[in-house]
């Protein structure tokens, strides 16, 4: 076998027919990535390959960063003002020794599928590789919203602040018919969960005037925060985001919550408990607000942010300074939260992702005690960042499948900040059809084409198509004349 052959990841027969039969030409909803969309509307092609792997200023890809220091490459080389074919060639030497790593298989698919380009990246191919990928990036197929479309994606939902005028999104909105594809708006309202940080007060100013509300309580808070629900939900988002590093379970009051509140925005420190108290009575009111407006609440949990304090006063945060988490128990305190919640009946649609994997049992478990109201209302999240691997995705797919309805779950993201990132969709799709097939190789699933054709097909695009609602006020010929995949595999 032949680096990223036909067959790369389909270890069994079954497996190889569900993938090239079923799989392959879905289109894709890709519900959860860092795409800017100022970068989609304003379309332009990108200088040179570099500016789309390594970093563009000082946004970028830290999958790649965390490996080029893995290999000593200086750090002016990685997100400093070097030139870009020097960085391009530190890449490539960092690259060629990343076998074994996903971001290895990832680099040689993107490769492959937009360039055309199937031998490994080395040191000393850099120069060719560097002078063919340029030349097709300047030209008109290789400008974001045709990367998007080529790539047969019909939906792409951006990570949003609450206060986001979502200006790049109106514009675009404009533009769906042409692009066949649409771009919404998803709330990230880390502002409001990151309650140290000496900005919090001026935050609060910001989204006190974008929502018309003056903010002097912490229910003055959850107006505010209601006006912006409605104003993204009108802009066609379902979903919001929630980063929680640790998590404890404390209830409080209004008035302790008031207090809390002000000390903050005097940037005094905020205790412990206090900012568990705090984060409970936020996350029950965004359950709320979910719930309102039919989302879903998506729970990033169990990491941990900026491990390097030097390189974090550096660089500033996501640049390849985090790590796994490690709190046992963070499970339990979500187990409070929700059993709080079903008491009103204020649980909207979840999707649980922990860096973590030693907490997926747990959460799934924890799902199976909420779904009432609807098809798989709680969904166990696709194995997230560092366990974003072949063998992570098999024992995410596993756990949900041994703990619920694996037919029923909403498939693939990609969590990512590059245009070239759709083929960890077709990653996705070979380890899941290979998982699928192995059972029934063990004979733990039917030799039924048809029946399990339709279990890849809905899970790669049928189940988030119909759980996010996306396109509820579209009819067909609006935004699902199926675009040819251009791939060759």
């Given at each position: 076998?032949?680096l990223?052959d ?5 270890t069994n027969e079954?497996g190889k027919k569900l993938?090239?039969d079923?799989?392959k030409d879905?289109?894709i909803?890709d519900?959860h990535?860092h795409?800017?969309p ?6 332009k092609?990108?200088a ?7 970093n563009?200023?000082?946004?970028g890809?830290?999958y790649k960063?965390?490996?080029m ?11 400093g003002d070097?030139?870009d074919?020097?960085k391009?060639?530190?890449w490539?030497?960092t690259?060629e020794?990343a ?7 990832w680099?040689?698919?993107?490769l492959r599928?937009?360039?055309g380009?199937?031998k490994p990246?080395?040191r000393k191919n850099a120069p060719?590789?560097w002078?063919k990928?340029n030349a097709?990036?300047?030209t ?14 019909k939906?792409?939902c951006?990570?949003?602040d609450p206060a986001?005028?979502?200006?790049y999104h109106?514009l675009?909105?404009k533009d769906?018919r042409e692009?066949?594809f649409r771009?919404?708006?998803a709330m990230?309202p880390d ?7 000496p ?5 609060l100013k910001?989204?006190?005037k ?36 640790t ?6 009051t209004?008035d302790?919550l008031?207090?809390i509140?002000?000390?903050a ?13 705090w984060?409970?009575?936020f996350?029950?009111?965004m359950m709320?607000?979910n719930?309102?407006?039919n989302w879903t609440?998506?729970f ?6 900026d491990?390097n ?7 500033g945060q996501?640049t390849?300074?985090d790590a796994?988490?490690t709190q046992?128990d963070i499970?339990?305190?979500?187990q409070?939260l929700?059993t ?5 009946n204020d649980?909207?649609?979840t999707i649980f ?9 747990q959460?799934?478990?924890?799902m199976g005690c909420?779904?009432e109201?609807g098809?798989?209302r709680m969904?166990l999240?696709?194995?997230?960042w560092?366990?974003d691997t072949?063998e992570?995705m ?6 949900f ?13 990609t969590?990512s900040?590059s245009?070239?990132?759709y083929p960890r ?9 290979n998982?699928?097939?192995?059972l029934v190789?063990q004979?733990r699933?039917?030799e039924?084409?048809?029946?399990l054709g339709?279990?890849v097909q809905d ?12 396109f509820?006020?579209a009819t067909p010929?609006?935004?699902?004349t199926?675009h040819?995949?251009?791939f060759?595999?």
């Amino acid at each position: 076998m032949t680096l990223l052959d036909r067959d790369f990841l389909l270890t069994n027969e079954w497996g190889k027919k569900l993938f090239f039969d079923y799989a392959k030409d879905m289109p894709i909803i890709d519900f959860h990535c860092h795409l800017n969309p100022e970068e989609i509307y304003e379309n332009k092609n990108y200088a040179n390959i570099t500016r789309v792997w390594i970093n563009e200023d000082h946004y970028g890809d830290h999958y790649k960063w965390r490996l080029m220091r893995a290999n000593g490459v200086p750090e002016e080389l990685i997100t400093g003002d070097a030139d870009d074919y020097e960085k391009f060639l530190a890449w490539a030497g960092t690259i060629e020794k990343a076998v074994g790593n996903p971001v290895y298989e990832w680099t040689h698919l993107e490769l492959r599928r937009f360039f055309g380009i199937d031998k490994p990246l080395t040191r000393k191919n850099a120069p060719e590789v560097w002078k063919k990928a340029n030349a097709l990036l300047q030209t008109d197929d290789f400008k974001p919203r045709n990367l998007i479309k080529l790539s047969n994606v019909k939906a792409v939902c951006t990570t949003d602040d609450p206060a986001s005028d979502l200006h790049y999104h109106k514009l675009l909105k404009k533009d769906e018919r042409e692009n066949g594809f649409r771009t919404l708006p998803a709330m990230r309202p880390d502002n409001l969960i990151q309650i140290n940080k000496p900005t919090f007060a001026e935050y609060l100013k910001k989204l006190g005037k974008v929502s018309g509300v003056e903010i002097n309580s912490f229910r003055d808070l959850i107006k505010a925060m209601d006006q912006r629900f409605q104003y993204f939900n009108d802009m066609g988002g379902r979903l919001s985001d929630h980063s929680l590093l640790t998590y404890h379970y404390a209830e409080a009051t209004d008035d302790e919550l008031d207090a809390i509140m002000k000390k903050a925005e005097a940037n005094e420190e905020v205790t412990g408990i206090e900012y568990d108290k705090w984060l409970t009575m936020f996350l029950e009111e965004m359950m709320k607000l979910n719930t309102k407006y039919n989302w879903t609440m998506q729970f990033h949990i169990n990491s941990i942010r900026d491990l390097n304090h030097p390189m974090f006063e550096q660089l500033g945060q996501d640049t390849g300074y985090d790590a796994m988490g490690t709190q046992p128990d963070i499970v339990s305190h979500m187990q409070k939260l929700y059993t709080k919640m079903r008491d009103t009946n204020d649980i909207p649609k979840t999707i649980f992702y922990s860096l973590n994997p030693n907490d997926w049992m747990q959460l799934v478990t924890l799902m199976g005690c909420f779904l009432e109201g609807g098809k798989q209302r709680m969904q166990l999240g696709a194995a997230w960042w560092f366990n974003d691997t072949a063998e992570g995705m098999t024992t995410q797919l596993r756990d949900f499948a041994q703990q619920s309805l694996l037919p029923n779950f909403v498939g693939m993201l990609t969590d990512s900040r590059s245009f070239l990132s759709y083929p960890r969709h077709e990653y996705f799709r070979r380890v899941l059809c290979n998982f699928i097939g192995s059972l029934v190789e063990q004979g733990r699933a039917p030799e039924d084409k048809e029946y399990l054709g339709k279990i890849v097909q809905d899970i790669a695009y049928n189940n988030a198509y119909e759980y996010f609602g996306f396109f509820n006020d579209a009819t067909p010929d609006e935004l699902f004349t199926k675009h040819e995949n251009p791939f060759q595999y």
